[in-house]
Structures are given as structure tokens and as C-alpha cells.
């Protein structure tokens, strides 16, 4: 155990934030913590890190236990060099280093070696320095300096820049890679994932996984959730509830359990009723007042059950078109942008037609988002053309919120964009994005990032256009709001250009890819795992033909045709690698479901499930759709085999 809360309590004036929040941190585990934005997340972290007071309860900590805490947007600010920076956390090893070389001067010095007794003693101090040093990973600093800083994409910066010149974004993606070097036991970390690109995403995942202490992060990002963590533990209305396995399976298991609740509480309520009408009809009557009575003690002894309260309010909306555009919505020929002399992309050239959803990715400051000004008009490009088919209405979402007052209230803000539109409708809308009441008043100033994404989705949703084209549209949004926005941009019927870093969302959203380089787009069928997959398959065939060319060339065979027949033997053993993956896949899917038959078979078997014959049902009915699951899993395998 490194870190335990029991019971913590937390308000702020009369308006409670935490309520008897419990929970437990073993050696090694990987925790998320989840919430919709308010629920608490980031205080209780600061709790936990010693760095904000509670009201009640109490924490218990190993007595070695060393934590590291990153909070949301704290960066470094320092007048020293990036690499100083990192090399700042091993101090103690430099020291050690610079006393090291200190015995080696002095162990060359000729007055030392005549002196037998001095000089065996000086050696002896420097094996031991030298042990301990290399013990704590003396020799590894550099090594390690380099491999963090390059996957948190500062591998190709200038050596001496300093830390204050970097933008609020590297400030916090480099706290994060300092926090890394120093390897606490227990890494606490909010919103980690916010300011990076996925290549960095992908390489943070990767080092987590291999991280020898403990984790607990706050994440609204649910494929890194999937991919890091094995448990949850979930905040709502103050309390906290804890739950086994990633973010996919706390979803399931919370739904799951709320049906089970739900049954018992409407079973019991049945029962109820009827125990109450026939205390009703029959408590007058000579012959039965005894047995009325008898019902009446029981209903008042009964342990009645609270009704499950199941969701909490999620914003409500939904996208829709005016008219619709023509069948060629965009064409885009030989674009490039340049800010001063510094050109970030060139011979840029893509189409869109109706109806399409694309994804626009690539990695930091290539030009993602100067591209979508471009196309707005917001931004003039150095060379090329666009245009756009016709009756084409574009609604831009811009992840800055560059568009929004900050003098307007929310009713303002959006009543000024349609004034056309009654207060009463006005109202509506912004009550479906979850303003309500006295808050429609409330300065944009003073609204939370995830606030002002909600009151420009309104101004969005209302302008009924065909072809949206969102920029970041999940930053800021907590794990419910996105699954919403999800929801409503799946059944929009316009055209669909976005840029995210989220690549749950890319899964859900992207039919096709559009990856931006320095020289121009490449494009990619399917949503972000096929991208992933063919991007594989183009590095193995590239890693390939470099080497049978290399191969050849050592021979100095001069091949003047292209090798048709090689390559035609390397897509078919691609082809098979691809067909092994799909069947590794399924096979680890059927085991799955095999283990998931078994336990429910098991639980069928003991007392209390066999005798609530609800939850019997429940659990026939799962049975049911697991063997069902395993005859299509088994029906694929075989087709894969053949």
C-alpha cells in the first residue's frame, strides 16, 4: 500500500466539491480518475499531493512513498537551458560525478603514489563512489535525458534553449518530462495528455506502461485510459465508487450494475404496492385484519430500497442542415502557408465530397489548424486555390474560442449571433447545453474551458450549416460531453472536416485520413486504427526493400527492372502477417468470451444469484449474448483458417 484516503471531505463555503472520498493506491497500480468537469478531480489530486487542505478524513502514506504531482498547465518557467533543466534532477549523481573525477586527478598525482597508505585509501573511496554511482544510474543520465526529452517531442531542439522562451504548451509538456526523470513511486498526473501530438500520445502510453511505481491519472481521454489503466475510480455527485479494469469496462459494468439496481428497485416496488392494497382492502375486515396487520408490520419493517439515480444530466443537442450542398463539397489544389519566412507545409491538394467525415492530423506546428483558416478566410495562403462546390454553409469551430466575448454573458453571446430568435428558444438551446437558470448570466470571462466549448457548440448547432469544420472540438469537454458531441456528429447529415488529437474520437468519427507533412497531405482510408495498421505495413515493405536493394547492391547487381516478383512475395507474406493478426485477435476475443461464459456459469451456481430469480434472468440473458458473440467469433475464425 504507498498511499490510502479514507472519508475525505472537501467544501468550499456552503457548496460541497468531495464527500467521504475513499480510496487506495497499491504498489504498481495504474488508476484513472473520471468525473464530468466540476466534479472534483483536480482538488482531490491536490489533496493527495499535500497541497490543498480538507475539511475531514484522513490520508495515510508509506513512509518512503515519494510523490510526484503534475497539475493541469504548469509548466516550467526557468532562465535555464532545456537540458540544464533535466540534468537538474540529477544533481546528487553530478555531484557524485564531479567528486569521482576529483579522486581521479589526485589519484594521478605523483606525491599520492609514494604515499602507499593515502593512495589504497584514495582507491578505495573511489570504488565505492564508483560503485554507488553506478548503482543509481549514473552512467544512464545522458541516455536518459535524451530518449524522455525526444519522445516528449523536444528531440530536435536547439540544446541551448532556454525554458522561459518555450510556449505555455512545451512549458508543461517539459514539467511533465522532468517529472518522468525523476521516477517518483507514485506519479499523480492531471490532464497529461492535454498539448500533445499523437506520435508523443503514443510514446507517453508506451512509457507508462513500463513505469516502475504507481499511477493515478485525471484523463478525459479515453483511449489513453483503455490503453494505461485497470482501474477506475469514478467521482459523481461528491462521493467516489470504484471500479476494476479500464475505461471500456467501467462504462459496461457501471451500466450493467444500474439495471440490476433498477430491476430490484422496481421489483421491490411492486411488492410494495401490492402489500399496501392488500392492507387496504383487507384491514377493515374481521377475517383477515390479522393478516393485514401482519403485512402493514412487515412494510414498515422493510429495508426499503433508494431508486438507483443512473445518469446525471448531460448536454443535449444535435447537428442539422438547412439545404444540402452539392455532391462536390471542396477542392483544394497545390495550398501552401508560410508565417514570415518560415513555410510550415506545401503542394497541399485533397477534395471533399458530401457526406464525407474526415480527419485532419498530423503532428504539432505542422499547420493543422492554419490550414482550417484557410479554408475559412481567416488566413491567406502563400500559394495555391481552394474552392467550394456549391450551397455550401460552413460552421467553423475553432479550439481557442477566439470567436466568443469575453464581455457578453452566455445569453449575450449567443442571442447576439441570432437575434432573430426568441429569448424563449434562446434559452432552450443553451439549457440543452447544460446553462441553466442564473448561469445564462454568467460572463464568458469567467466560464471554465469546457463552459465555453459548450456555448460555442450552441452557436454552432443553431447555424444549421452543411459542412462543419471543427478544430480540436473535444478539448476542454469531459468524458460524458464528448460521448454527446460523438453521438450528435454521427447523425449529422452535412460534411465533416476535423482536426483532433483524441483518437478515440478519430476511431469513432473518421472515415478517411488526411495526414499533413512539410510536403503536402497523404490520404488514408478507414478511421485512426487502420491508419495506425497501414502506416505499419508501408514501414515493414519500406524496411524490406531497403534491405534486399542494400542486399544487392553489396552483390553490385544493377537491377533495371523494378523487383515484381519480390514484391509480389512480400505482399503476399504481408497479407498472411496481416491474416495471423486478425486470428490473434480473435483467438484472444474468444478467450475472452469463453472466460466471460465460465464466470457467468459459475455465478449462476451460487445461492444468492439462483435465488433472485431477476438476477437469474439477468444472467441467462448474458449467457445468451456471450454464446452468441462466441458461434460469430467462432464462424470468423473458421473463415480466417480456410
Given at each position: 500500500?504507498?498511499?490510502?484516503?479514507?472519508?475525505?471531505?472537501?467544501?468550499?463555503?456552503?457548496?460541497?466539491?468531495?464527500?467521504?472520498?475513499?480510496?487506495?493506491?497499491?504498489?504498481?497500480?495504474?488508476?484513472?480518475?473520471?468525473?464530468?468537469?466540476?466534479?472534483?478531480?483536480?482538488?482531490?489530486?491536490?489533496?493527495?499531493?499535500?497541497?490543498?487542505?480538507?475539511?475531514?478524513?484522513?490520508?495515510?502514506?508509506?513512509?518512503?512513498?515519494?510523490?510526484?504531482?503534475?497539475?493541469?498547465?504548469?509548466?516550467?518557467?526557468?532562465?535555464?537551458?532545456?537540458?540544464?533543466?533535466?540534468?537538474?534532477?540529477?544533481?546528487?549523481?553530478?555531484?557524485?560525478?564531479?567528486?569521482?573525477?576529483?579522486?581521479?586527478?589526485?589519484?594521478?598525482?605523483?606525491?599520492?603514489?609514494?604515499?602507499?597508505?593515502?593512495?589504497?585509501?584514495?582507491?578505495?573511496?573511489?570504488?565505492?563512489?564508483?560503485?554507488?554511482?553506478?548503482?543509481?544510474?549514473?552512467?544512464?543520465?545522458?541516455?536518459?535525458?535524451?530518449?524522455?526529452?525526444?519522445?516528449?517531442?523536444?528531440?530536435?531542439?536547439?540544446?541551448?534553449?532556454?525554458?522561459?522562451?518555450?510556449?505555455?504548451?512545451?512549458?508543461?509538456?517539459?514539467?511533465?518530462?522532468?517529472?518522468?526523470?525523476?521516477?517518483?513511486?507514485?506519479?499523480?498526473?492531471?490532464?497529461?495528455?492535454?498539448?500533445?501530438?499523437?506520435?508523443?500520445?503514443?510514446?507517453?502510453?508506451?512509457?507508462?506502461?513500463?513505469?516502475?511505481?504507481?499511477?493515478?491519472?485525471?484523463?478525459?481521454?479515453?483511449?489513453?485510459?483503455?490503453?494505461?489503466?485497470?482501474?477506475?475510480?469514478?467521482?459523481?455527485?461528491h462521493s467516489s465508487r470504484r471500479y476494476t479494469g479500464n475505461y471500456s469496462r467501467y462504462i459496461e459494468t457501471k451500466a450493467a450494475e444500474y439495471a440490476v439496481e433498477l430491476k430490484h428497485y422496481e421489483?421491490?416496488?411492486?411488492?410494495?404496492?401490492?402489500?399496501?392494497?392488500?392492507?387496504?382492502?383487507?384491514?377493515?375486515?374481521?377475517?383477515?385484519?390479522?393478516?393485514?396487520?401482519?403485512?402493514?408490520?412487515?412494510?414498515?419493517?422493510?429495508?426499503?430500497?433508494?431508486?438507483?439515480?443512473?445518469?446525471?444530466?448531460?448536454?443535449?443537442f444535435s447537428f442539422e442542415i438547412e439545404r444540402q450542398s452539392g455532391k462536390e463539397v471542396l477542392h483544394a489544389e497545390q495550398l501552401a502557408v508560410a508565417y514570415d519566412d518560415n513555410e510550415l507545409f506545401?503542394?497541399?491538394?485533397?477534395?471533399?465530397?458530401?457526406?464525407?467525415?474526415?480527419?485532419?492530423?498530423?503532428?504539432?506546428?505542422?499547420?493543422?489548424?492554419?490550414?482550417?483558416?484557410?479554408?475559412?478566410?481567416?488566413?491567406?495562403?502563400?500559394?495555391?486555390?481552394?474552392?467550394?462546390?456549391?450551397?455550401?454553409?460552413?460552421?467553423?469551430?475553432?479550439?481557442?474560442?477566439?470567436?466568443?466575448?469575453?464581455?457578453?454573458?452566455?445569453?449575450?453571446?449567443?442571442?447576439?449571433?441570432?437575434?432573430?430568435?426568441?429569448?424563449?428558444?434562446?434559452?432552450?438551446?443553451?439549457?440543452?447545453?447544460?446553462?441553466?437558470?442564473?448561469?445564462?448570466?454568467?460572463?464568458?470571462?469567467?466560464?471554465?474551458?469546457?463552459?465555453?466549448?459548450r456555448v460555442s457548440l450552441a452557436k454552432l448547432m443553431l447555424l444549421n450549416a452543411n459542412v462543419l469544420i471543427l478544430d480540436e472540438p473535444t478539448n476542454h469537454l469531459d468524458l460524458f460531453s464528448k460521448?454527446?458531441?460523438?453521438?450528435?456528429?454521427?447523425?449529422?447529415?452535412?460534411?465533416?472536416?476535423?482536426?483532433?488529437?483524441?483518437?478515440?474520437?478519430?476511431?469513432?468519427?473518421?472515415?478517411?485520413?488526411?495526414?499533413?507533412?512539410?510536403?503536402?497531405?497523404?490520404?488514408?482510408?478507414?478511421?485512426?486504427?487502420?491508419?495506425?495498421?497501414?502506416?505499419?505495413?508501408?514501414?515493414?515493405?519500406?524496411?524490406?526493400?531497403?534491405?534486399?536493394?542494400?542486399?544487392?547492391?553489396?552483390?553490385?547487381?544493377?537491377?533495371?527492372?523494378?523487383?515484381?516478383?519480390?514484391?509480389?512475395?512480400?505482399?503476399?507474406?504481408?497479407?498472411?502477417?496481416?491474416?495471423?493478426?486478425?486470428?490473434?485477435?480473435?483467438?484472444?476475443?474468444?478467450?475472452?468470451?469463453?472466460?466471460?461464459?465460465?464466470?457467468?456459469?459459475?455465478?449462476?451456481?451460487?445461492?444468492?444469484?439462483?435465488?433472485?430469480?431477476?438476477?437469474?434472468?439477468?444472467?441467462?440473458?448474458?449467457?445468451?449474448?456471450?454464446?452468441?458473440?462466441?458461434?460469430?467469433?467462432?464462424?470468423?475464425?473458421?473463415?480466417?483458417?480456410?
Open positions: 500500500m504507498l498511499l490510502q484516503a479514507s472519508n475525505i471531505s472537501k467544501s468550499y463555503g456552503v457548496r460541497p466539491v468531495l464527500t467521504n472520498i475513499s480510496l487506495q493506491i497499491l504498489e504498481r497500480e495504474r488508476i484513472g480518475l473520471v468525473g464530468v468537469n466540476g466534479a472534483g478531480k483536480s482538488t482531490l489530486l491536490q489533496i493527495l499531493a499535500g497541497e490543498l487542505s480538507y475539511d475531514s478524513g484522513e490520508i495515510f502514506k508509506a513512509k518512503e512513498t515519494r510523490i510526484g504531482y503534475l497539475a493541469q498547465n504548469s509548466g516550467l518557467n526557468s532562465d535555464r537551458t532545456i537540458y540544464q533543466e533535466m540534468r537538474e534532477v540529477f544533481a546528487h549523481l553530478l555531484k557524485l560525478e564531479q567528486e569521482l573525477r576529483e579522486l581521479e586527478t589526485r589519484m594521478a598525482d605523483p606525491d599520492l603514489l609514494s604515499d602507499e597508505k593515502r593512495y589504497e585509501e584514495t582507491m578505495n573511496r573511489y570504488a565505492s563512489r564508483s560503485e554507488s554511482f553506478r548503482e543509481q544510474g549514473g552512467y544512464e543520465i545522458e541516455a536518459k535525458i535524451r530518449g524522455i526529452l525526444h519522445g516528449m517531442g523536444f528531440g530536435d531542439f536547439p540544446s541551448d534553449t532556454i525554458v522561459h522562451t518555450l510556449s505555455g504548451g512545451q512549458r508543461t509538456r517539459l514539467a511533465l518530462a522532468k517529472l518522468l526523470l525523476q521516477e517518483p513511486d507514485l506519479l499523480m498526473l492531471d490532464e497529461p495528455t492535454n498539448h500533445l501530438d499523437i506520435e508523443t500520445l503514443t510514446w507517453l502510453e508506451d512509457y507508462l506502461r513500463g513505469y516502475p511505481g504507481s499511477i493515478l491519472v485525471v484523463s478525459h481521454d479515453r483511449y489513453f485510459l483503455d490503453a494505461l489503466v485497470h482501474t477506475i475510480y469514478e467521482i459523481e455527485r421489483k421491490q416496488q411492486e411488492e410494495i404496492a401490492k402489500m399496501e392494497d392488500f392492507v387496504q382492502r383487507n384491514l377493515a375486515r374481521a377475517s383477515t385484519t390479522k393478516r393485514a396487520q401482519s403485512r402493514r408490520k412487515a412494510l414498515e419493517k422493510m429495508d426499503r430500497l433508494d431508486k438507483p439515480l443512473g445518469e446525471l444530466k448531460k448536454a443535449s506545401s503542394q497541399v491538394s485533397f477534395h471533399l465530397d458530401r457526406g464525407e467525415t474526415v480527419a485532419l492530423i498530423g503532428p504539432n506546428g505542422i499547420g493543422k489548424s492554419s490550414l482550417l483558416k484557410v479554408l475559412t478566410d481567416r488566413l491567406t495562403p502563400k500559394r495555391g486555390t481552394f474552392y467550394w462546390g456549391s450551397n455550401v454553409t460552413i460552421g467553423y469551430y475553432d479550439q481557442d474560442q477566439s470567436g466568443l466575448n469575453p464581455n457578453h454573458t452566455v445569453l449575450e453571446e449567443v442571442w447576439s449571433a441570432y437575434p432573430h430568435l426568441e429569448e424563449a428558444r434562446i434559452r432552450t438551446v443553451l439549457g440543452n447545453f447544460l446553462f441553466s437558470g442564473e448561469e445564462v448570466f454568467n460572463k464568458i470571462a469567467s466560464l471554465s474551458g469546457g463552459e465555453k466549448a460521448e454527446v458531441l460523438e453521438a450528435s456528429l454521427i447523425d449529422y447529415e452535412g460534411t465533416l472536416l476535423f482536426i483532433s488529437h483524441d483518437r478515440y474520437f478519430l476511431n469513432k468519427m473518421a472515415e478517411r485520413v488526411l495526414e499533413l507533412s512539410p510536403a503536402g497531405i497523404t490520404a488514408y482510408l478507414g478511421n485512426y486504427d487502420d491508419y495506425v495498421e497501414k502506416k505499419e505495413e508501408l514501414a515493414e515493405l519500406k524496411a524490406e526493400r531497403e534491405k534486399a536493394v542494400a542486399a544487392n547492391a553489396s552483390k553490385k547487381m544493377v537491377m533495371e527492372e523494378p523487383l515484381t516478383d519480390y514484391e509480389a512475395d512480400k505482399l503476399a507474406k504481408r497479407e498472411e502477417r496481416s491474416r495471423r493478426r486478425k486470428l490473434d485477435q480473435l483467438e484472444a476475443d474468444i478467450a475472452a468470451a469463453e472466460r466471460t461464459a465460465s464466470e457467468i456459469e459459475e455465478e449462476l451456481a451460487q445461492p444468492e444469484v439462483f435465488n433472485d430469480y431477476v438476477l437469474v434472468q439477468q444472467k441467462n440473458d448474458e449467457l445468451e449474448q456471450t454464446k452468441a458473440q462466441l458461434e460469430q467469433l467462432y464462424a470468423q475464425w473458421e473463415e480466417l483458417m480456410e
